[in-house]
């Protein structure tokens, strides 16, 4: 548990890409970082060959860019080796939301395993992008993604898109606050028996809260 953040120009997060591995990220505050130009991008986690992560209980910032921001990237390299990953319980936003995405699958075969009770926000690109080349955005909240638990709707999946309302995203304080809505500092699932506290070693309870902070 702990903060990561990108730098500059092509700037990512963190890096999952060892081929057959399973990296666990929980309790973080993930930064994409900052990047300019045509081909600046920034991702908050970027998962590839082969990596099959388990991404639990962060608040991630795809990062500010004036081309493309990131929120979560599946992605696959090397031919036929695809990653994978679990998704539950984060707050995925970015800085930049008219060229943002926060979950974003390369292909089909990247699809993420579950992305269960998250809430996604600001990405005006995209809430989700699928692999079969499907875009869920704020006009087409009824369009089904492909997961591997099954075919649905955002909302079923738990998903709500609420600004959650942090201290301070701007400076990178991602706390909730008394504004925050209940949807996101009361409507996490339950992973108390793996995720016993928070990124402050704050007891997670139930009803628990999405993101690193526990409210």
Do not use: W
């Amino acid at each position: 548990a702990g903060t990561t953040s990108g730098a500059s120009a092509g700037t990512l997060g963190v890096h999952a890409i060892l081929p057959g591995s399973t990296p666990t990220l929980v309790n973080n505050t993930i930064y994409g970082g900052a990047a300019a130009g045509a081909s600046g991008s920034t991702i908050g986690i970027r998962n590839e060959s082969g990596a099959v992560s388990v991404v639990r209980h962060n608040t991630i910032n795809a990062g500010s860019s004036t081309n493309v921001a990131y929120g979560i990237a599946s992605t696959g390299s090397g031919g036929a080796t695809y990653s994978s990953a679990t998704v539950q319980n984060n707050i995925i936003f970015s800085d930049s939301p008219s060229v943002a995405y926060c979950l974003h699958e390369l292909a089909e075969t990247n699809n993420f395993v579950s992305v269960q009770h998250n809430d996604l926000f600001a990405c005006d690109k995209a809430y989700y992008h699928d692999g079969n080349n499907t875009d869920v955005t704020s006009a087409n909240l009824s369009t089904q993604v492909s997961t591997g638990e099954g075919t649905g709707t955002l909302a079923s999946f738990g998903i709500v898109l609420d600004d959650a309302n942090l201290l301070d995203a701007a400076g990178q304080d991602y706390h909730l606050t008394q504004t925050s809505p209940a949807s996101v500092s009361g409507g996490g699932m339950d992973l108390t028996a793996t995720v016993s506290d928070d990124l402050e070693g704050n007891a997670r309870s139930v009803p628990v809260s999405m993101g690193a902070y526990e409210y």
